[in-house]
C-alpha cells in the first residue's frame, strides 16, 4: 500500500503543488485547507505522516499539533514555517513535531524528508494510537538514551552528557536519516549564542561520538556528510 500523507495548508496553489509532486512520488495524498478540518481528518483517517502549515484558518497549525498528541496521535509531523521564524520552529519541537521545513522549500527536500521520517516509523504501525516508545528515553543498537537525566548508557557504560551534547542529540534524533548541514544545526541548536561558532557543531559532534560510537573514528550512527554535514541514523546505513 502507498504511503498516505495529510497535507493541512491553506494557500491552494502551494497544497496543490505539494500534492501533485507527492503523488507523483508514489504517495496517496489527503487535503484540507484549515486547521479545523485538518485536524479532523488526523483523528478520523489512517495516515503515515502529516505536512503541518504553521499559519492556518479556523485553528492554527500549532492548537492542531497540540490536540493531536494529547490524543496521543503519534502519528510523525513535519511542520511547513515562515522563513526566519525560530520562535516557530522551537515551539514546534515542545509540542511534538518531527520536523520542518522553511517556506519557500524545495520540493525534492520535501521528499526526502517526508522519507525519511516514514523510514523511521517502519517497524510499528503509523498513526495506531496507544503506547508507543517514550521520546525521552530511546534507543538503538547498543545504546539507551535518558534525555532527562542527561545521560546514555552504551553496552553496559554509563555516560553523562552537557547540556549542549544532550540538546544536540536530541536534535539529531528528531532528525533520524536526515543530512542536515552544518549551519543549520548550529542555528537551531545554538541560535544566537554569540561565543559559539559553526567550529562548535564539529567539537560537539566528536565529544557525541565518544560516547555514542563503539569506534569513533569510524561511526555508524552519527556520520559526516562531506560538503553538507552530519547525517544521524538509528539504524546504520552500514
Given at each position: 500500500?502507498?504511503?498516505?500523507?495529510?497535507?493541512?495548508?491553506?494557500?491552494?496553489?502551494?497544497?496543490?503543488?505539494?500534492?501533485?509532486?507527492?503523488?507523483?512520488?508514489?504517495?496517496?495524498?489527503?487535503?484540507?485547507?484549515?486547521?479545523?478540518?485538518?485536524?479532523?481528518?488526523?483523528?478520523?483517517?489512517?495516515?503515515?505522516?502529516?505536512?503541518?502549515?504553521?499559519?492556518?484558518?479556523?485553528?492554527?497549525?500549532?492548537?492542531?499539533?497540540?490536540?493531536?498528541?494529547?490524543?496521543?496521535?503519534?502519528?510523525?509531523?513535519?511542520?511547513?514555517?515562515?522563513?526566519?521564524?525560530?520562535?516557530?520552529?522551537?515551539?514546534?519541537?515542545?509540542?511534538?513535531?518531527?520536523?520542518?521545513?522553511?517556506?519557500?522549500?524545495?520540493?525534492?527536500?520535501?521528499?526526502?524528508?517526508?522519507?525519511?521520517?516514514?523510514?523511521?516509523?517502519?517497524?510499528?504501525?503509523?498513526?495506531?494510537?496507544?503506547?508507543?516508545?517514550?521520546?525521552?528515553?530511546?534507543?538503538f543498537g547498543a545504546v539507551e538514551?535518558?534525555?532527562?537525566?542527561?545521560?546514555?548508557?552504551?553496552?553496559?557504560?554509563?555516560?553523562?552528557?552537557?547540556?549542549?551534547?544532550?540538546?544536540?542529540?536530541?536534535?539529531?534524533?528528531?532528525?533520524?536519516?536526515?543530512?542536515?548541514?552544518?549551519?543549520?544545526?548550529?542555528?537551531?541548536?545554538?541560535?544566537?549564542?554569540?561565543?559559539?561558532?559553526l567550529r562548535t557543531v564539529d567539537?560537539?559532534?566528536?565529544?557525541?561520538?565518544?560516547?555514542?560510537?563503539?569506534?569513533?573514528?569510524?561511526?555508524?550512527?552519527?556520520?559526516?556528510?562531506?560538503?553538507?554535514?552530519?547525517?544521524?541514523?538509528?539504524?546504520?546505513?552500514?
Amino acid at each position: 500500500m502507498s504511503p498516505r500523507v495529510l497535507v493541512i495548508e491553506d494557500d491552494p496553489t502551494l497544497r496543490m503543488t505539494v500534492r501533485d509532486r507527492l503523488v507523483s512520488e508514489g504517495f496517496e495524498v489527503l487535503e484540507a485547507s484549515d486547521g479545523a478540518e485538518g485536524e479532523r481528518l488526523a483523528l478520523s483517517e489512517d495516515v503515515d505522516l502529516i505536512l503541518l502549515d504553521v499559519m492556518l484558518p479556523k485553528k492554527a497549525g500549532f492548537g492542531v499539533l497540540r490536540a493531536l498528541r494529547e490524543d496521543r496521535l503519534m502519528t510523525p509531523v513535519i511542520l511547513m514555517t515562515a522563513r526566519g521564524e525560530e520562535f516557530d520552529r522551537v515551539q514546534g519541537f515542545e509540542l511534538g513535531a518531527n520536523d520542518y521545513v522553511v517556506k519557500p522549500f524545495s520540493l525534492r527536500e520535501l521528499v526526502l524528508r517526508v522519507r525519511a521520517l516514514l523510514d523511521r516509523a517502519r517497524g510499528g504501525a503509523p498513526g495506531v494510537r496507544g503506547v508507543t516508545e517514550d521520546p525521552a528515553r530511546p534507543r538503538f543498537g547498543a545504546v539507551e538514551v535518558d534525555l532527562d537525566a542527561f545521560a546514555l548508557v552504551r553496552g553496559g557504560a554509563r555516560h553523562t552528557l552537557s547540556r549542549k551534547e544532550r540538546d544536540l542529540l536530541a536534535y539529531f534524533l528528531r532528525h533520524d536519516g536526515v543530512a542536515l548541514d552544518r549551519a543549520r544545526v548550529f542555528e537551531d541548536v545554538w541560535g544566537e549564542d554569540g561565543e559559539a561558532s559553526l567550529r562548535t557543531v564539529d567539537q560537539h559532534v566528536a565529544k557525541l561520538r565518544k560516547k555514542l560510537e563503539a569506534e569513533p573514528e569510524r561511526p555508524v550512527h552519527l556520520r559526516t556528510v562531506h560538503g553538507v554535514g552530519y547525517v544521524f541514523e538509528r539504524r546504520p546505513a552500514r
